[in-house]
């Protein structure tokens, strides 16, 4: 565990992107081969289960500190961050210990069948044998996000430096499913991939917008400046739904999210079809809310996708298909390798012979000459309930990660509508301790509406303005929350807006974010839920 | 009727008004009794200035030609029958609580201070009194100080290995105060220290006031960059991401606060390094110093004085928040540099005329003041 907290201090002791792939591999080359494993689950997000619920950790880091219990949540609201706020509390300990980080994990893991005196005799213990950086990291294993300040390409990194496997191949073997516990690094080395692994995901191709920002819209021209020949790009329309690969291999199926999480009950749909396909078949593609051959804007599927259950109702108000964009594995072979067209060729052969074309759609080739022409039918998307198009270059092979060069998104102008700022929140991890997280309105005769929150798209150094005025303009407390004067203006963006009963002001947006602050704008001019309301359509 | 206290707090600052003077107040006024030079407790425009004899050369450097009249710790001086006098506060070298004492009634102002001794600052010493009033910029008990000598052991430490590995030092702390204190403590084995002008420029006010410090040397068009490199240099938070950093690249840069104590702070200040050293109290520092005083009743001008004053209550003081323009941290945390614009017009007109003057004399030697981070 001492070397799991130094590598945590010392990541966090550079901002150098060669700085922390040196550490990690020294980090690597010092530890267990199990601590290796360990390590690189909890930096791709695969968290031991929680043992503990995080209110009895609490309380009995309350305890522990010997403060009262208010006094540890305006701690917390300062720190912006759990195991820290605990880490910081509580008393130097006397005592080390030398634990590995395998043997952590399988302390915590052990828990599952204790009572809960044993576990907090267990807790205490612990504590007692940390230091203040060691806590923090062993606070972050039983609690909360193991979000760290490096990237899983930076890992990767690391570990092909010191194997000598390609980035990609290592991306592919820790992709989906695998237990740190069964997992051992010397499979993962491996020259020959040796992992049986029916149910592992490809790594996604993520594609680069064409704009960075909202503001700054690109012409067709400036496109065909930066893509060269229209004939050499495959144009489909960009979906709002949920990225997925449906895998069929061994009279098996499996549905992975984007974020990586095995999905495959949630969209009974799809079964009938993946279980049709072929062994040794893997898709990408969209899945949507689909009624009627059409598909329904993003908040439909919203509904369904937080729940346990799908209810029947449910299954029947919101029905789902795949909007398929691509082929990875065609009859047991990985053809990544090949290009856009011939991909293209094999998934459209798949999808001619399925039975179930109303579930196992294909995403739609845009036929256009000029970049003119395209940026036109663009102007269509939000009719076509999409979020813009999609380009792919035909000669491109499938990669890995987000990059430029090969598929590019060009999204539409997102709606916008200025609003004031009537709540603020404090906000977490660097943003700790400073107003970040803000609540909107617009105007409904003469009150305030609130209609959204959002958190991104100020810069830092706007960021410390508002905190300075909210700081100034506090009309009152509620726990974290500020009542803030109704003064500021800025113009929120979105990419979707629906009505909502869940909602006061009666709306639900997509992606609402901070387009930029109106400083020219007095709040008597900031715009009316009737407008806002308007931009529903029907 | 009640009695009068002998000190309140107005909207010009600390006011006596049996002796007819001010303490630390941040509109001009006719006699002003000053804790320490920091720019957010002494401002400019003063009729008469009262400070301890450290003080002098730096405030008259940071404030001109002023009428100053200086003392040493414990000597008293009477204004309409009010006995004045000043203890050291540990904050700074000059930095003075202000005893404050008629007809038996006693009354402190802590200004600002920590309670350990730095090696170059006269340390704190508790005043015995019926009524403090203290500073509690880091009133919150995840703010717990280590020793300095382990910071300093980790500065140098640091310090080392960038030599090791070929890239320059640079080290950020604010001009009056922690560079001193830095330097003091800076292991001189390991190279020369070289200084921004605006360190140096307040170096040499203490100098001609008979403070000895380690040698520096400044930084200026002719310094040779190969050699400066080879050694350490010291800047004020003002000049991190300028380009006269950058002509020292590559180069690790830390960072000297009492913020660094929080992860999300230092990683918002993109820092190399950041090393948790502080001018100011701790939570225990704070809690024992008030304790020390024996007082009646506290009152709180800044920091976090809400948590603060309602945990002293929980565990039996008198405690009472009180507004202030001091400092900068949690509620009158301030930007570094600019008064946002487009927002002084949204304050009321009393604020807007304290935060203007405030924000545009104020240099970079606030600890709290950044507290919400420079856009680095």
Redesign the interface.
């Known amino acids: 565990m001492k070397a799991f907290a130094q590598l945590f201090l010392s990541l966090d002791e550079t901002n150098k992107t060669n700085e922390k792939v040196k550490v990690l591999k020294e980090y690597f080359t010092a530890v267990p081969d199990t601590d290796k494993m360990h390590m690189l689950a909890l930096f791709t997000g695969r968290r031991p289960k929680r043992q503990i619920n995080s209110t009895l950790v609490r309380n009995w880091a309350v305890e522990a500190s010997n403060i009262p219990a208010w006094l540890f949540e305006e701690s917390y609201h300062v720190v912006g961050d759990l195991a820290e706020t605990m880490a910081l509390l509580m008393p130097e300990s006397p005592n080390s210990s030398s634990k590995t980080l395998t043997e952590w994990i399988e302390e915590i893991n052990d828990l599952n069948d204790k009572t809960e005196a044993d576990k907090k005799l267990w807790l205490q213990q612990s504590w007692a044998m940390l230091d203040s950086q060691e806590r923090f990291v062993f606070n972050k294993l039983l609690t909360g996000s193991f979000r760290v300040g490096v990237s899983q390409n930076l890992v990767i990194k690391a570990l092909a430096d010191i194997s000598g496997l390609e980035p990609a191949v290592l991306t592919h073997r820790i992709m989906g499913s695998w237990m740190p516990e069964t997992y051992q690094y010397t499979q993962l080395i491996e020259e020959q991939d040796a992992a049986e692994n029916i149910s592992r995901p490809y790594p996604f191709f993520l594609a680069y917008p064409i704009q960075e920002t909202s503001e700054k819209q690109k012409t067709p021209e400036e496109v065909g400046i930066a893509l060269g020949e229209a004939a050499e790009w495959q144009a489909e329309w960009k979906w709002d739904g949920i990225r997925a690969q449906l895998i069929k291999r061994c009279g098996e199926i499996f549905i992975w999210s984007r974020g990586e999480d095995l999905a495959t009950e949630k969209f009974p749909e799809l079964h009938p079809f993946l279980n049709a396909l072929p062994d040794g078949t893997v898709i990408d593609g969209e899945i949507l809310s689909f009624q009627n051959g059409l598909p329904m804007p993003f908040n439909v599927l919203q509904t369904r996708i937080g729940r346990k259950n799908l209810s029947r109702r449910i299954l029947e108000e919101s029905p789902v298909a795949l909007i398929a964009y691509d082929c990875l594995e065609f009859g047991g072979e990985d053809i990544r390798y090949k290009t856009q067209a011939e991909r293209r060729v094999l998934l459209e052969n798949l999808q001619s012979t399925t039975p179930f074309p109303e579930i196992f759609r294909i995403s739609a080739l845009i036929t256009f000459n000029t970049w003119d022409e395209l940026g036109s039918l663009r102007e269509q998307s939000r009719a076509m309930i999409a979020e813009g198009i999609m380009l792919k270059r035909k000669s491109a092979t499938y990669q890995v990660g987000r990059r430029r060069g090969d598929w590019w998104k060009w999204k539409i102008d997102p709606l916008s509508v200025d609003a004031v700022m009537i709540y603020a929140q404090k906000g977490h991890g660097r943003r700790a301790d400073l107003y970040t997280d803000y609540t909107f309105a617009v105007w409904d005769g003469d009150k305030l509406v609130p209609f959204a929150k959002a958190y991104s798209g100020l810069t830092d150094a706007e960021i410390n303005k508002v905190d300075y005025f909210i700081k100034r303009n506090t009309l009152e407390k509620f726990g974290p929350v500020r009542t803030v004067k109704p003064e500021l203006v800025f113009e929120i963006g979105f990419e979707g807006i629906n009505k909502s009963t869940r909602h006061k002001s009666g709306i639900a947006l997509r992606f609402p974010r901070i387009l930029r602050w109106r400083h020219d704008k007095p709040k008597e001019e900031a715009d009316t839920l009737e407008s806002l309301k308007a931009l529903l359509g029907e | 009727m009640a009695k009068k206290p002998l000190l309140e707090f107005t909207d010009i600052g600390i006011y006596c008004a049996r002796g007819k003077f001010y303490i630390d107040p941040w509109k001009p006024v006719h006699d002003a009794v000053i804790t320490h030079a920091h720019a957010d407790h002494a401002y400019w425009g003063h009729k008469h200035y009262l400070a301890h004899h450290l003080s002098k050369e730096i405030l008259l450097y940071r404030l001109g030609e002023i009428q100053l009249q200086t003392v040493e710790y414990g000597e008293t001086v009477m204004k309409n029958g009010v006995a004045i006098s000043l203890y050291p506060a540990g904050h700074v070298i000059g930095s003075a609580q202000i005893r404050v004492e008629y007809q038996g009634e006693v009354w402190v102002v802590s200004g600002d201070y920590k309670v350990e001794d730095d090696g170059i600052s006269t340390p704190f010493e508790p005043v015995r009194c019926h009524h403090f009033i203290s500073e509690c910029t880091f009133g919150?008990?995840?703010y717990?100080w280590k020793p300095q000598v382990q910071i300093f052991e980790d500065v140098n430490n640091w310090w080392r290995t960038n030599l090791h590995n070929g890239v320059a030092t640079v080290l950020v702390g604010y001009s009056l105060g922690k560079s001193q204190r830095i330097l003091q403590n800076l292991d001189l084995f390991n190279g020369k220290v070289y200084t921004h002008g605006v360190i140096e420029n307040t170096n040499e006010a203490l100098r001609r006031n008979g403070v000895l410090l380690n040698p520096t040397e400044r930084i200026t068009q002719d310094s040779v960059k190969e050699e400066v490199r080879k050694g350490i240099i010291l800047a004020p938070p003002s000049s991190v991401g300028t380009p006269w950093m950058r002509k020292f690249q590559p180069y690790s840069f830390g960072y000297c606060s009492g913020w660094m104590?929080?992860?999300?702070?230092?990683?918002?200040r993109?820092a190399?390094?950041g090393f948790v050293l502080s001018d100011h109290a701790d939570w225990n520092g704070l809690i024992s110093a008030i304790d020390a005083t024996g007082c009646e009743s506290v009152y709180l001008t800044h920091g976090?004085t809400a948590?603060f004053s309602?945990?002293l209550s929980?565990i039996g003081f008198d405690a009472h928040e009180v507004h202030t323009l001091y400092g900068g941290e949690?509620?009158?945390?301030?930007?570094s540099k600019s008064p946002?614009?487009?927002?002084t017009s949204?304050?009321s007109e009393k604020?807007n005329n304290n935060?203007t003057l405030k924000v545009s004399s104020f240099g970079e030697d606030l600890e709290g003041a950044n507290?919400?981070?420079n856009?680095?």
Do not use: C, F, S
């Open positions: 919150m008990p995840v717990t104590a929080i992860r999300g702070a230092k990683r918002r993109a190399d390094r976090y948590t309602r945990y929980e949690e509620e009158d945390e301030a930007p946002p614009e487009g927002q949204n304050l604020e935060d507290a919400g981070g856009a680095i």
